[in-house]
């Protein structure tokens, strides 16, 4: 019997925000600025797969609909993807080209994620909380090291300073779809399944404050602009992404490997 339709989409909307970071982050594979950083974030995005593998077999168990974990990543068109517009934004102008960019983002919903996990790790959705609890473990790892970066750049050269400022810059505003309760969040607060997103703000402004602060780095200024990813609506980048992502799986579908 499927969940009610509120239950599926709130983890379709945690499944593909970790499924598009993590295609989006494995672009700098062969391409990051130094060994070991090329390493560090392959594994970054190899966990967020796994992740998104993870919430995808779920959310196919809870809609009940005959589909797989391939199925909902490789057969879905881009206004059925609910991920957060912020994920899906290009590293730079290129496919690699602003290590900036990927670190402040990934800073950003790291400080997020963090906290999201080990709320869903007490959820009522049983299968929820035992993929939340695993999670969380990834995404410590992931937010200390974007922490890091963050510092060494924002605090470096002026150059890399202000390359990390105009980074926070630009993808600051997308933060606010986060903070954007709807009422499929409602739902899934009021059946015990997650948190509303809102009443995680204040511990991501206390950890962006604190890791900006000591980047020498400036909080952008609050707009009131709001994107709407998680409603499948999406900026022009994704489409290009699941073009990518998509094409071997659609150009011969049911392929065995």
């Known amino acids: 019997m499927p969940a009610p339709d509120f239950h599926a989409e709130y983890v379709l909307r945690l499944a593909d925000s970790t499924l598009v970071l993590g295609q989006r982050l494995a672009e700098w594979c062969g391409h990051g600025p130094m ?12 966990d967020l797969v796994g992740q998104a593998r993870l919430l995808l077999s779920h959310a196919a168990l809870l809609e009940d609909k005959g589909r797989n974990e391939d199925a909902l990543a490789y057969f879905r068109d881009e206004s059925q993807f609910r991920n957060w517009t912020l994920l899906e934004l290009p590293n730079g102008d290129g496919p690699h080209n602003d290590y900036a960019v990927t670190i402040a983002r990934n800073l950003m919903f790291s400080a ?82 997650g948190p509303m997103l809102a009443t995680l703000k204040p511990v991501w402004d206390r950890t962006l404050d604190a890791v900006l602060a000591q980047a020498s780095l400036s909080r952008p200024a609050h707009t009131a602009f709001v994107s709407s990813g998680k409603l499948g609506r999406h900026s022009e980048h994704l489409g290009y992404l699941l073009a990518e992502m998509q094409s071997l799986a659609r150009s011969d579908p049911g392929a065995q490997w």
């Open 35 to 46: 060994l070991e950083e090329d390493i560090a974030l392959t594994n970054v995005a190899l």
């Open 112 to 193: 997020l994620a963090v906290p999201l996990w080990e709320a869903l790790a007490a959820s009522a959705d049983q299968g929820l909380a035992q993929i939340a609890a695993k999670s969380v473990k990834e995404s410590r790892a992931h937010l200390r090291h974007a922490s890091e970066w963050t510092v060494r750049l924002g605090d470096g050269t002026q150059v890399s300073h202000d390359r990390m400022q105009a980074a926070f810059d630009r993808l600051w505003p997308y933060a606010n779809e986060w903070w954007a309760d709807d009422p499929v969040d409602h739902a899934a607060a009021k059946a015990g399944i």
